[in-house]
């Protein structure tokens, strides 16, 4: 099913024609308009005319979450203030937050990316969806809202946390799709499994979509089996609108970047030189469509590899993989490179494994990892606890290289969070 199938399946050359132009636009919007983009073209010799192909967007400057920050609160707007009718902000864990501002047009076309997205994983007309992302400052809950109402689909704009009413607005109003962080929806399962409910039996959930952190395939599987409902992968970061950047089709293998609104680039995060074909490399994205607030090259951080080939699904927008970690949480232990993912995936891929862990980084590179497991393991019988430690420790460190302290910790031991978890808790002082 398509939202709008002539631009989702629109062919190569006429999407690059069309990225073109609206790349040639943005630029001299950028240059015309905010005066940051004109003393850095300046700064580099350079004019809007100077992009004659899509190639030309290399010579352009790159923009940092430092240079949003930078410019706070109102340094990258390309419109007159009157013309904004929202704001919303990044989360940002340090300084400064990002401002990022929305006109009437943007509000519209970030709704027309989700609504592409959600009919093309079936959500339509009819479908009920549960949205349990954090509503407020952050883009992720309203921006999904919007979309799915000019969809036609009912929203519960029920937000995070409160699991109990969560499970009673399910049950209720028959949710047939949950818009959800992964940590929350493993958090969901288990205290539904607790209290002896049986999502197929009790539910009316088809399908879920999970976004705003990294999460591995085996977390998926996890979250599928237990509540019996397709999930797919959503990608967004509100320097981009938020949600509705990249998401997966039905065929769950890699999401479209919607490259009619977004130019994709990966780069080599280091050099900043474009990595070659399908190797992993930094995510940067320049805005085709925005209004209010376009931005020239962002780096996001986020590493991803290209998909190759064709979807089957007909759509010709190119597909990005799942998030392989973003530059700036990859751990550095005794030299090795470590993303917190691989530590999650080996452990989602255990079945004691409860669904909530952490890991703790301590002076001289020790790493712990802390993680809960199912109750009924704590039955007293030592010996069962001791050979799943070295299980868990074996398979982290055949996939790190690197051997970690494990501790096991009942069900409700650590903290859990209702928006973005924290999993990595750095002690380190230098
Ligand atoms: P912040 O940068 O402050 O966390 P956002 O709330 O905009 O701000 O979060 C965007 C980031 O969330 C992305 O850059 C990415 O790192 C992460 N993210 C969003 N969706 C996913 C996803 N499906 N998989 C992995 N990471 C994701
Ligand atoms: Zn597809």
Redesign the pocket.
Known sequence: MFWQKDIETINRRNLESLQLKRLQQTVSRAYKNIPFYTDKFLEIHMKPKDIISLRDIRKLPFTS?EDLRANYPFGLLAVDKEQVVRLHT????TGKP?AIFFSKKDINQAAELIARCLVMTGTTKGDVLQNMMTYGL???ALVMHYGAEKVGVLVIPAGPGNTQRQIALMQDFKSTALHITPSYALYLASVMHNEGLDPRRDLSLRRAY??????SEETRSKIENYFGIDVY???????MN??GVAFECIEKNG?HLWEDNFILEIIDPETGETVPEGEKGELVLTTLCREAMPILRYR???IVTIMPGKCRCGRTHRRIS??IG?SDDMIIIRGVNIFPQQIEQVLMGIKAVAQNYQIVLEAYDQMTVRVEISKDLFDGRVEHLVSLRNEITEKLRSEILVRPKVELLEPGTLPVSEG?STRVIDKRTL
Not at 90 to 93: D, E, L
Not at 210 to 215: K, M, Q, R, T, V
Not at 233 to 238: Q, V
């Open positions: 979450r990044s989360s940002g864990t990002k952050f883009t992720g999970l976004g705003s952190e990294p999460y992968n959503s990608y967004g970061l509100s320097e938020g949600p999401m996001t951080r986020d799942r998030i973003r973005k």
